[in-house]
């Protein structure tokens, strides 16, 4: 590189002191040799600055999910260690967690042992339903249900239209007579064409949707009957 | 003695004395806005990707909410790349064997991770997190654009410091109703100024001068 740039300058005085009338040789050759070593220099600096910078963008250590070199899988985060227990989620209050209410041992996902059928079969959410809890289960299962089954839990959501299996409807007898533990169960464990979701959604949060799933049902169903009386009125005005 | 310069160079002189000025605060400026460029910040322009998502068709087009895949966004700094577990949910099924999603298929089967080109890259320096603004009435389209009309997704923010206290400095004029937060529709009211410094109060947003305090994001 260096080389031929300096062939290259002892060509150009050649020529220039062949030419005649060039009064300024010298100097000439200094403003050339001054703008050269700025154009050279100027981007040699930017890149400089660049690289100083980058060592503290991108230290060397483990942000969520960066690659590593270390381990064979090129992941820097670890699988858990089997029976691994989230520090948050102790389980220490089965009913809870796990919607356990008999007060028995922690149910597995994987298991098919009487604790689990006993899930299945709960008739009743494992802590008070509030209006808060409705309003929670209407927002996930927005997020994370309604993609297949449809707000209104008809079964032809955004994805079933797209062409996945279509979900059966909320609203057949089969489901409005199971359990509300079926819901749960299903969430957890998945079911024919859907997976599980319990990586996806937390256990308050599958019970909260499956509540949820029981007020929908219960909204085909209604009559004038079940609207608190203050409500009422509303309602037969808008008939009219 | 003759003179070396001819007198023209009296002009010159005194212009060029004048005129480096003029040439130092350009070379201030170009390098200013050089910096702040998307040639730089990267901001505007879409990034390739081993399986070519598009945000635009799953929660544009299917209306899939941000938090069915970014499920950690509400609880966590990390919103959360899903893993290739959620794509199968629907992909079991849908173009399920189509050689678009080969690599998905066989991350799936052979637990091989797939290297996703990463958009938004903050330097590791700033701390951020995800949930602190989410919960505060900061939403995604504010911070990440039109997502959900994105085939292939980009930056829409320098992610420079100077763009982060922007809001930092003044977050009535960002901040939005809660339950908005995840609506990418959501356009600022006429009375923005007013409403934020509602909602700032009501979600209890610390005062500028303690969330543009320099540990506040360097820790």
Known sequence: MLKIEKSGRQKTEDRRQKRSGDKFPRRRERIWRWLSTFCLLSPAFCLLLSGCRQDMHDQPKYTPFRPSEFFADGRSERPLVDGTVPRRDLRADPARSDGDSSGGRAFQPDETSAAQTDLAKATTLPFPLTKEVLDRGQERFNISCAPCHSRGGDGDGMVAQRGFRHPPSYHIDRLREAPLGHFYDVMTNGFGAMPSYADQVAPRDRWAIAAYIRALQLSRNATLADVPPAERSKLEEKKQ | ?219
């Open chain 2, 1 to 219: 003695m003759p003179q070396i310069f001819h007198r023209s160079t009296n002009t010159i002189a005194r212009v060029s004395i004048f005129g480096g000025l003029f040439f130092l605060a350009f070379l201030v400026w170009a390098l200013y806005e050089l910096q702040a460029s998307s040639y730089n910040t990267r901001a505007f322009v879409a990034r390739a990707q081993p399986v070519q998502f598009s945000h635009k068709h799953h929660a544009g087009d299917d209306g899939i909410d941000c938090r069915y895949c970014h499920t950690t966004v509400e609880t966590s700094a990390f919103a959360g790349i899903p893993p290739v577990k959620t794509c199968m949910n629907c992909h079991s099924q849908l173009f399920a064997d189509n050689a678009y999603l080969a690599i998905v298929r066989d991350s799936f089967k052979n637990d091989k991770a797939i290297h996703w080109t990463r958009v938004h890259d903050l330097p590791d320096f700033a701390y951020f997190n995800h949930s602190i603004h989410v919960n505060k009435g900061v939403g995604c389209s504010t911070c990440h654009g039109r997502v959900d009309e994105m085939p292939l997704t980009w930056q829409v923010a320098s992610l420079q410091m100077e763009w982060c206290l922007e809001c930092h400095r003044a977050p009535e004029k960002y901040v939005r109703p809660r339950d908005q937060v995840f609506n990418m529709d959501w356009q600022p009211p006429p009375d923005q100024v007013e409403q934020g410094k509602k909602l700032v109060e009501q979600y209890r947003i610390q005062s500028a001068n303690v969330i543009t305090s320099c540990s506040t994001c360097h820790r």
